[in-house]
């Protein structure tokens, strides 16, 4: 069979895959307080009510990534929550089919990342963020390489689009973009011209974002659309002296707390005041807490450290894990020197990005299923970079298009 009549064939393979496994995926049809309210933002946004809290009143908004791409999908028919996580599902393992395809790996991985990734992935609530962050991800990732082979503009502009939309459904890739921008910086000097499209690409997401911010600050006099108003929450859940930090968190845990001590322990994430005023709070608690007990406070971080990597709740996330780390060692070994040189960014991408983002976290007190997800998709994803780059040089590799 010819050349071409394969790549057909693959096509189909993978296009039938995507489809049974969109229609195979569970979707829990569980109606949480967190999707009513990813619901009725979205629905906020359009209404004239705006980015407010009026569906459980208690100050607590997420950034308005995930909101919007509930607004975009109920712009065009989708009703329930349901239907919203497949076809979210379906569309970030297409996505997944163009990243495998664009890193020319061998045929028999290419076909087996779609299977891989349905049995990874964690169950989707109803309007649940799980798959929003699959899709931003995903898209990151496929961008990254598309812009690594054809340094152009518009690939240049598409992966603008998926950053910016990845810092809106959850900041916490901020970090990660401002090393980015440092090590541009220390580039600037010895590849002035090289790096003005990688400039672009770091800077110009930022700079949306941070418009965003001023958009936000002009409508609420606060950060609510980038950063929401809860994230002092539930760092002060993963640095208190009150409730066991190294066990899986859930708001019942406040339960055990003595009565003598309960008001004390809860009293300051229950203020009627302002969210602001929560905040504040909240913050001088928990680094009052990491100053009087440094190893509680690292002890818990540590623990979840280890939910997100060896003790993951499905084995199918320790295998990914530890492919990831062998696949590091043995990647640093072979290539030596030679990863500060053609290969630089997509090998800091593929060995340190899933350090930095499974260690942010880790800072936060939610253990589980559902919150593997994120770190499982940058283990398995940094795994195919490395294979990539390993045998076929993807610095070099001969511009191609996503689809022969």
């Known amino acids: 069979m010819g050349s071409k009549n394969l790549n057909l064939l693959e096509i189909i393979i993978a296009l039938i895959t995507i489809l049974v496994c969109t229609y195979f995926y569970d979707v829990s049809d569980v109606y949480t307080p967190d999707g009513a309210l990813y619901e009725g933002l979205a629905e906020n946004l359009v209404n004239g009510t705006g980015y407010i809290d009026n569906i459980r009143n208690d100050f607590i908004l997420p950034s308005i990534g995930h909101p919007f791409l509930i607004l975009i999908f109920k712009l065009f028919g989708v009703s329930t929550g349901l239907i919203f996580g497949k076809l979210m599902f379906g569309l970030s393992l297409g996505m997944s089919v163009l990243l495998v395809r664009a890193l020319e790996l061998k045929r028999v991985i290419r076909l087996a990342v779609v299977p891989i990734l349905y049995f990874v992935l964690p169950m989707s609530y109803y309007w649940g963020v799980e798959m929003s962050l699959f899709f931003v991800i995903i898209s990151v990732f496929t961008c990254v390489v598309w812009f690594w082979k054809k340094r152009t503009w518009l690939s240049a502009l598409c992966l603008v689009v998926a950053i910016t939309l990845h810092l809106l459904v959850r900041p916490i890739g901020l970090p990660i973009m401002y090393l980015a921008l440092f090590m541009l910086v220390i580039a600037f000097w010895k590849h002035r011209k090289r790096i003005i499209k990688p400039a672009f690409v770091v800077i110009m997401p930022l700079c949306i974002f941070q418009f965003v911010g001023m958009l936000s600050n002009n409508m609420y006099q606060d950060d609510r659309l980038i950063t929401g108003t809860y994230s002092d929450i ?153 294979l990539a780059i390993y045998s076929a040089n993807i610095g070099k590799m001969k511009y191609s298009k996503f689809v022969e």
């Open 234 to 386: 539930p760092l002060y859940c993963a640095n208190n002296e009150y409730i066991d930090l190294k066990k899986n968190y859930f708001s019942s845990n406040w339960k055990e707390v003595s009565p003598e001590l309960y008001d004390e322990a809860v009293g300051p994430m229950l203020i009627q005041t302002t969210w602001k005023d929560r905040s504040q709070l909240l913050k001088a608690k928990t680094v009052e807490f990491m100053k009087s007990n440094p190893s509680k406070a690292f002890g818990g971080f540590f623990w979840r450290l280890k939910q997100y990597t060896i003790n993951q709740p499905r084995n199918e996330g320790v295998y990914l894990f530890y492919a990831w780390l062998i696949g590091c060692l043995l990647f640093i070994m072979r290539f030596r020197i030679n990863l500060l040189k053609d290969n630089w960014a997509l090998s800091f991408i593929a060995i340190l990005v899933p350090i930095a983002v499974v260690c942010l976290t880790a800072l936060f007190p939610y253990t589980g299923e559902r919150y593997n997800l994120s770190p499982n998709i940058y283990f398995l994803v940094s795994v195919l970079l490395m």
